[in-house]
Each structure stands twice: as C-alpha cells, then as structure tokens.
C-alpha cells in the first residue's frame, strides 16, 4: 500500500520585538524544506490583520516524510528561534484529504 500523502497547518503568534529574527528562520526553512525529496508543497503566510500572525500549509508524501523533515538542520533552527519568539505554543493540525 501507498503512503498517503498528509497536509500540515501550522499556525504561530511572535512576540512583538521577534519578528526579524521569526522571519529569517522562516525564511531559511521555507527555502530549504522546499527542496526535500520528500515535499510535496512547503508554504507561509502571513495574516494581513494581523502580522505577528503565520500559517504554515505543508504537504508531505507521508507521516514518516513529516517526521524526518523535523529532524533537518533547517527545521531544528527555526524550532531554536520559535523557542524565544513565540507568544504562544504552535498549534498543529496534521490532516489528509477526504
């Protein structure tokens, strides 16, 4: 059987002060997660309300892609930045397509 691919939707508030620093981790993941073999589609958005405000919409070939994308250089970076930066715990969804 194949992996069915799965879509993440992440979503961040940063502290007032971290942005830059928020950004440029993003930035850099972003870049980089983009180029796994293993990514089907790697994206940030940022509310237009509300700036300190990023959604992440990721899909990945499956679960285990997901978990080795975690363990990147690129993704343990921003997750070193987002551990001063964020206002709030990250809120995950891991979903699939109906």
């Known amino acids: 059987m194949t992996a069915q691919p799965i879509t993440v939707i992440a979503t961040l508030r940063v502290l007032p002060g971290h942005e830059t620093a928020a950004l440029d981790a993003i930035r850099h993941?972003?870049?980089?997660?983009?180029q796994e073999s293993t990514n089907l589609s790697y994206q940030c958005h940022r509310d237009i309300n509300d700036p300190a405000v990023f959604v992440f919409v990721e899909?990945?070939?499956?679960?285990e892609a997901l978990i080795a994308h975690e363990e990147t250089p690129h993704f343990q970076?921003?997750?070193a930045t987002f551990a001063t930066a964020l206002a709030a715990p990250l809120q995950v969804h891991?979903?699939?397509e109906l």
């Open 59 to 63: 899909r990945w070939a499956s679960p």
């Open 77 to 79: 970076a921003m997750k």
């Open 29 to 34: 993941c972003v870049a980089l997660s983009r």
């Open 94 to 96: 891991i979903t699939r």
